[in-house]
């Protein structure tokens, strides 16, 4: 989406305090930046100054950006914080959650989280591939994607979970007792700051997995030769890790 403001820079410090989202910009020159860009899990919002725009919108309810996230509550009191006015305070709908605000240019925006049985049904036939892996116990492993990974995670039928890396990316995760981990990395998870993801899981009690001749740093993590990254596994002994491109 692109949002055209007489004062794109505030517009987009706006979303990017009210997401917590990462801030980046388009074009190679230096001198010609381009749009400024907040991602929001692969979702970008680009800012830009017109003419022929200025002052606030005054039909925001005709076009209403929706944003799903991971913990409304925390979201509606940064939106607080910003000073948002609610068109629709934030309430649950039936286990789901609603609530509509306007940006500092009058543009409508809801965020938005579905129940686990919505997101459920909108999601029980896929339409695009996915991967899959065993654990060994799937209670076990709920816990540890959900609680120390901080991903959404979907109970599905026949224990099978359903594992939302981010709004794109799902992998499942199936019970099979006698598994035994595979000899390589079966999932690599992207973040923007590597020391602080290493130091964030290890506060969380996860030990980093150290190999001879990768020539890993203090921390654990492989820098110079390719992405710098880390190994760690979960509690069934999968091989995962975090790297920064």
Do not use: C
């Not at 290493?198 to 890993?216: A, C, H, I, N, T």
């Amino acid at each position: 989406m692109l949002l055209s403001s007489d004062d794109p820079d505030r517009l987009r410090d706006w979303y990017a305090s009210a997401f917590e989202a990462t801030l980046s910009a388009t074009g190679d020159d230096p001198g010609d930046p381009g749009y400024h860009v907040v991602d929001l899990d692969g979702f970008y919002i680009m800012f830009d100054r017109r003419d022929d725009v200025n002052g606030p919108n005054p039909g925001g309810a005709r076009a209403i950006l929706n944003v799903e996230v991971d913990d409304p509550q925390a979201t509606a009191a940064r939106l607080d914080e910003l000073g948002a006015r609610w068109v629709s305070p934030l309430e649950d709908r039936d286990g789901s959650w609603f609530g509509v605000v306007e940006d500092p240019d009058g543009n409508w925006l809801q965020i938005l989280r579905l129940s686990d049985e919505v997101e459920q049904q909108m999601t029980a036939e896929p339409t695009s591939p996915f991967s899959g892996f065993a654990v060994r116990d799937i209670d076990e492993a709920a816990a540890f994607y959900a609680d120390v990974l901080g991903m959404r995670v979907l109970r599905g039928p026949m224990g099978i979970l359903d594992i939302r890396i981010n709004r794109s990316t799902t992998v499942i995760a199936y019970p099979k007792p006698d598994h035994e981990p595979a000899g390589f990395t079966i999932l690599n998870i992207p973040v923007t700051d590597i020391d602080a993801a290493v130091d964030d899981l290890v506060g969380k009690g996860v030990e980093f997995v150290r190999y001879d001749g990768m020539g890993q740093d203090e921390r654990g993590v492989m820098r110079g030769n390719g992405p710098d990254i880390a190994w760690f596994t979960d509690p069934s002994g999968n091989v995962l890790s975090v790297l920064h491109p």
